[in-house]
T-cell receptor
Framework: GENVEQHPSTLSVQEGDSAVIKCTYS??????FPWYKQELGKGPQLIID?????GEKKDQRIAVTLNKTAKHFSLHITETQPEDSAVYFC?????????????FGTGTKLQVIP | DSGVTQTPKHLITATGQRVTLRCSPR?????VYWYQQSLDQGLQFLIQ???????AKGNILERFSAQQFPDLHSELNLSSLELGDSALYFC???????????????FGEGSRLTVL
């Protein structure tokens, strides 16, 4: 089955700096890579996703890159703000509809220091 | 608000007991997923149901079982509870219709189970 590794497990940045979280996956059949943000006491929420037919996607201060050859993808947050503090999970799925099980990474706890 | 409702929010019970966690998916979502999140752990996939049928199984213990009812709500049953079963249990739902296949999972706020 799919195995998703995520690094780092914790990340502290100064407000305004950039944050980068990296993930690798093992199953070459995976073609959908979502990122979820989990705030304290809440369930994870999708913030951005990328499909295997593109290499990069941006949404305001958030961007995700995908390297299918190397089987890794990354989340980039620019101009970080205190409200970006949360746990971030990457995930991989062999089907964009989540039809089969979505495999999550172990999470990165991001702390943005004001 | 994701539209996914989980009850109860908190549950404290003793070892050896049995509990039932309930999930109501977003209106129109046919798929329900169950995940376990232990302390400092990621999201471990347990099981998925689609329109009442089991679709995929993950690392779900034999002591655990689930079902999805005709009204699409789902229940996760945990029996012969052990201390190590203490965790946050999340339910998520997704559309999974061919015409609206976004891939997004909508999570509830979870049920925190504490086994003493």
């Amino acid at each position: 089955g799919e195995n998703v590794e995520q690094h780092p497990s914790t990340l502290s940045v100064q407000e305004g700096d950039s944050a980068v979280i990296k993930c690798t996956y093992s199953d070459s059949a995976s073609n959908y890579f979502p990122w979820y943000k989990q705030e304290l006491g809440k369930g994870p929420q999708l913030i951005i996703d990328i499909r295997s037919n593109v290499g990069e996607k941006k949404d305001q201060r958030i961007a995700v890159t995908l390297n299918k050859t190397a089987k890794h993808f990354s989340l980039h947050i620019t101009e970080t703000q205190p409200e970006d503090s949360a746990v971030y999970f990457c995930a991989a799925s062999p089907n964009s509809g989540g039809y089969q099980k979505v495999t999550f990474g172990t999470g990165t706890k991001l702390q943005v220091i004001p | 608000d994701s539209g996914v409702t989980q009850t109860p929010k908190h549950l404290i019970t003793a070892t050896g007991q049995r509990v039932t966690l309930r999930c109501s998916p977003r209106s129109g979502d046919l798929s329900v997923y169950w995940y376990q999140q232990s302390l400092d752990q990621g999201l471990q996939f347990l099981i998925q149901y689609y329109n009442g049928e089991e679709r995929a199984k993950g690392n779900i213990l034999e002591r655990f079982s689930a079902q999805q009812f005709p009204d699409l709500h789902s229940e996760l049953n945990l029996s012969s509870l052990e201390l190590g079963d203490s965790a946050l249990y999340f339910c998520a739902s997704s559309v999974e219709r061919l015409a609206a296949n976004t891939g997004e999972l909508f999570f509830g706020e979870g049920s925190r189970l504490t086994v003493l």
